[in-house]
């Protein structure tokens, strides 16, 4: 039983979270590109309004949203799997439930909010979501920033679930 949840845990962590991390790193140039924002390492800005680029953003956050529902089955396999190898009192293990419910708080509360404030200003006539939008960083730059964040609290997690350190279940 402990093959079948390790095989369904890390296949969920892969098929689940592999695409939020893809999507939700795209979305901050997608941004750019559909606000007009110059990017330095794009060779041509869409327009304002651009319908395709708005497509795109919407299809980025579906993506995201979807799989971070579909991602709940990582901690829950998670569970099931560290119950069936004794390790629930590990040190990295619950090092890895920290940061996964970090990852899991910055995608909820900073990185999905974040697009769909990004797509609602886009969307309402007359408003711009670009630099002059709110204080700080622009919101393409913000949510590059907490979508850095929340790739490398997941490849921490994943580190840890490889190396496993203190473990004497070998590794």
Not at 98 to 124: H, K, N, R, S, W
Not at 133 to 162: D, E, H, Q
Request: charged share 10%; proline share 8%; with cysteine.
């Amino acid at each position: 039983m402990t093959k079948l949840f390790l095989s369904l845990h890390v296949l969920a962590a892969v098929l689940a979270i592999g695409p939020v991390a893809v999507a939700a790193s795209m979305f901050p140039a997608a941004l750019r590109r559909a606000t007009g924002a110059a990017d330095a390492g794009a060779s041509a800005a869409g327009a304002p309004g651009d319908r395709d680029a708005l497509a795109n953003l919407r299809l980025l956050h579906r993506v995201c949203r979807v799989y971070a529902a579909v991602g709940t089955a990582v901690p829950v396999l998670g569970f099931f799997t560290a119950r069936s190898l004794g390790v629930l009192g590990s040190g990295w293990l619950i090092a890895s439930i920290v940061l996964t419910t970090a990852a899991a708080a910055v995608l909820a509360l900073l990185i999905l909010p974040g697009q769909d404030a990004a797509l609602t200003a886009l969307q309402e006539p007359g408003s711009d979501p670009g630099p002059a939008a709110a204080p700080g960083p622009p919101p393409a730059a913000r949510l590059a920033m907490v979508t850095g964040v929340f790739n490398l609290l997941w490849a921490t997690v994943t580190v840890l679930m490889i190396i496993r350190p203190g473990s004497t279940t070998g590794a």
